[in-house]
């Protein structure tokens, strides 16, 4: 259950670049939140940043009471959480939202991540590891430093594969190319999750839905409340057996979809109807 307190930074860590991590004291979110969850924060006590953004829970530690985020700076919200001093209060209320799905026994979780998209997968990975899954991270972003926080895979024994769009570090090119080939190796059953830009979520739901695999993507809409009550956040979603594609909430109803029931921007309807239909799912030119 979703709890509202002031949080008390504990700790906060410089990365290179635009990009750090901040721990706040919150022991419901510390205990209870789960891989894909997120919570709603904002700086002071005060009305002035109005709105509280979303942020995806990095890592926990119930001990201690205290989660981590990831954040990286790019707006006045950000610029002012990224400005607290430890012992400084937040606004915070998490966890929320549905969280990442693990896969059924016996199949691999290949995450594809970009950017701060990295950020539930940490989480996540250790839930699966604990139940004895396996767990494969790709890794995308524009350049090397946007590709940050890889040390705790490595140290979890989780296998990370970076791309970037320059060839400055790791596979030259998208993050899915590797995806593609990885899957082209026929190494068993797997499930897709990925979390990052929409245009890179759109096209791991078709690469999952031409190779007939199941895919759970989390959407990153504006969002203003985080409780379903603005309906700035909310999304089109189309089931197989839905003749008309609905607006669902992401606050509320997930931010993790399955990603053939995505109706995407540029489509008419979800993959999943498609298929339900007989049809091929469609693929763009030069996608």
Same mark, same amino acid.
């Given at each position: *259950?979703? =709890?509202?307190?002031?949080?008390?930074?504990?700790?906060? !860590?410089?990365?290179?670049?635009?990009?750090?991590?901040?721990?706040?004291?919150?022991?419901?979110?510390?205990?209870?939140?789960?891989?894909?969850?997120? /919570? *709603? %924060?904002?700086?002071?006590?005060?009305? &002035?940043?109005?709105?509280?953004?979303?942020?995806?829970?990095?890592? /926990?530690?119930?001990?201690?009471?205290?989660?981590?985020?990831?954040?990286? @700076? /790019?707006?006045? $919200?950000?610029?002012?959480?990224?400005? #607290?001093?430890?012992?400084? #209060?937040? !606004?915070?209320?998490?966890?929320?939202? !549905?969280?990442? /799905?693990?896969?059924?026994?016996?199949?691999?979780?290949?995450?594809?991540?970009?950017?701060? $998209? %990295?950020?539930?997968?940490?989480?996540?990975?250790?839930?699966?590891?604990?139940?004895?899954?396996?767990?494969?991270?790709?890794?995308?972003?524009?350049?090397?430093?946007?590709?940050?926080?890889?040390?705790?895979?490595?140290?979890?024994?989780?296998?990370?594969?970076?791309?970037?769009?320059?060839?400055?570090?790791?596979?030259?090119? +998208? @993050?899915?190319?590797?995806?593609?080939?990885?899957?082209?190796?026929?190494?068993?059953?797997?499930?897709?999750?990925?979390?990052?830009?929409?245009?890179?979520?759109?096209?791991?739901?078709? #690469?999952?839905?031409?190779?007939?695999?199941?895919?759970? @993507?989390?959407?990153?809409?504006? *969002?203003?409340?985080?409780?379903?009550?603005?309906?700035?956040?909310? =999304?089109? %979603?189309?089931?197989?057996? &839905?003749?008309?594609?609905?607006?669902?909430?992401?606050?509320?109803?997930?931010?993790?979809?399955?990603?053939?029931?995505?109706?995407?921007?540029?489509?008419?309807?979800?993959?999943? +109807?498609?298929?339900?239909? $007989?049809?091929? @799912?469609?693929?763009?030119? $030069?996608?």
């Amino acid at each position: *259950m979703a =709890v509202n307190r002031e949080a008390a930074l504990v700790s906060r !860590q410089p990365l290179d670049g635009a990009y750090l991590l901040l721990s706040f004291r919150h022991p419901e979110v510390a205990r209870e939140a789960r891989a894909g969850q997120f /919570v *709603m %924060i904002k700086a002071g006590t005060s009305a &002035e940043p109005p709105l509280r953004r979303p942020f995806s829970v990095l890592t /926990v530690d119930a001990a201690a009471g205290t989660f981590t985020l990831f954040l990286k @700076v /790019v707006g006045a $919200g950000t610029r002012a959480l990224a400005a #607290l001093a430890p012992g400084d #209060l937040a !606004q915070c209320l998490g966890p929320l939202g !549905q969280p990442f /799905v693990a896969p059924p026994a016996g199949h691999e979780a290949l995450l594809v991540a970009g950017g701060y $998209g %990295i950020a539930p997968f940490h989480l996540f990975c250790e839930e699966l590891l604990r139940a004895g899954g396996r767990a494969r991270v790709f890794y995308g972003g524009r350049a090397e430093g946007d590709l940050q926080v890889r040390e705790p895979f490595a140290r979890m024994g989780v296998p990370l594969l970076p791309a970037t769009d320059d060839g400055s570090f790791g596979h030259h090119g +998208r @993050v899915t190319e590797p995806v593609e080939s990885y899957l082209d190796a026929a190494r068993g059953p797997a499930v897709l999750y990925a979390c990052g830009p929409d245009p890179m979520l759109h096209a791991v739901a078709r #690469l999952a839905a031409r190779r007939g695999l199941p895919a759970q @993507v989390s959407l990153d809409p504006w *969002m203003g409340c985080g409780v379903g009550t603005c309906l700035g956040c909310v =999304v089109r %979603i189309q089931g197989a057996d &839905e003749p008309r594609a609905r607006y669902r909430c992401a606050c509320t109803e997930g931010p993790v979809f399955d990603g053939r029931e995505v109706v995407w921007a540029g489509d008419e309807v979800s993959a999943a +109807r498609w298929e339900a239909a $007989g049809a091929v @799912v469609p693929v763009p030119e $030069g996608r």
